[in-house]
T-cell receptor, first 115, second 115 residues
Framework: AQKVTQAQTEISVVEKEDVTLDCVYE???????LFWYKQPPSGELVFLIR??????QNEISGRYSWNFQKSTSSFNFTITASQVVDSAVYFC????????????FGTGTRLTIIP | DARVTQTPRDKVTEMGQEVTMRCQPI?????VFWYRQTMMQGLELLAY????????DSGMPKDRFSAEMPDATLATLKIQPSEPRDSAVYFC?????????????FGQGTRLTVV
């Protein structure tokens, strides 16, 4: 069975600080996808990134970066120079490939950026 | 800007009433998902369709819930009769599945309150 663990329930940092959100996953599949979604106070789920299990290269997109380490089954998300608009709940998710593409979500990390 | 559209955004209903939630997937997407978000259970898959055919509805209480895709531009989730424990945010997501890979884009959700 698949499982995604986001051990950090809530994090608060002062604006402009860097912050890392942890995600640890479990799966028996050799091929899978990992995702991060953002849920701002307005409630919608915003897609941030998808990573194939065969691609362990780190990804950077502006102030966002992702560190995928298969050896530790982790897919951590770092926001550099945080801004108030980054305040949201962030979800890590996992899906199989080639059969059941449903997303298994973690419980989310509520990030608050203090001005 | 293509997006998944869900209606209604908010619904308050009395216990025992029928509730129908609608979703218009992104044009051209062939996979549609229904997820439910609650404080206790987090985000969980209820059902999903590929090319309008149901693939997995194991997460859905069969006695009161039903999901359909009358055509490629409309997915519906119906609860009859509704109960207070059905109160949640219901998300629809759509994606284009190629080579067993689906990147899901979420709608803004329907917040259901059953009193």
């Amino acid at each position: 069975a698949q499982k995604v663990t986001q051990a950090q329930t809530e994090i608060s940092v002062v604006e402009k600080e860097d912050v890392t959100l942890d995600c640890v996953y479990e799966t028996r599949d050799t091929t899978y996808y990992l995702f991060w979604y953002k849920q701002p106070p307005s409630g919608e789920l915003v897609f941030l990134i998808r990573r194939n299990s065969f691609d362990e290269q780190n990804e950077i997109s502006g102030r966002y970066s992702w560190n995928f380490q298969k050896s530790t089954s982790s897919f951590n998300f770092t926001i550099t120079a945080s801004q108030v608009v980054d305040s949201a709940v962030y979800f890590c998710a996992l899906s199989e490939v080639g059969g059941n593409e449903k997303l298994t979500f973690g419980t989310g990390t509520r990030l608050t950026i203090i001005p | 800007d293509a997006r998944v559209t869900q209606t209604p955004r908010d619904k308050v209903t009395e216990m025992g009433q029928e509730v129908t939630m609608r979703c218009q997937p992104i044009l051209g997407h062939n996979t549609v998902f229904w997820y439910r978000q609650t404080m206790m259970q987090g985000l969980e898959l209820l059902a999903y369709f590929r090319n309008r055919a149901p693939l997995d509805d194991s997460g859905m209480p069969k006695d009161r819930f039903s999901a359909e895709m009358p055509d490629a531009t409309l997915a519906t989730l119906k609860i009859q009769p509704s109960e207070p424990r059905d109160s949640a945010v219901y998300f629809c997501a759509s994606g284009l599945t190629t080579s067993g890979d689906t990147e899901a884009f979420f709608g803004q959700g329907t917040r259901l309150t059953v009193v």
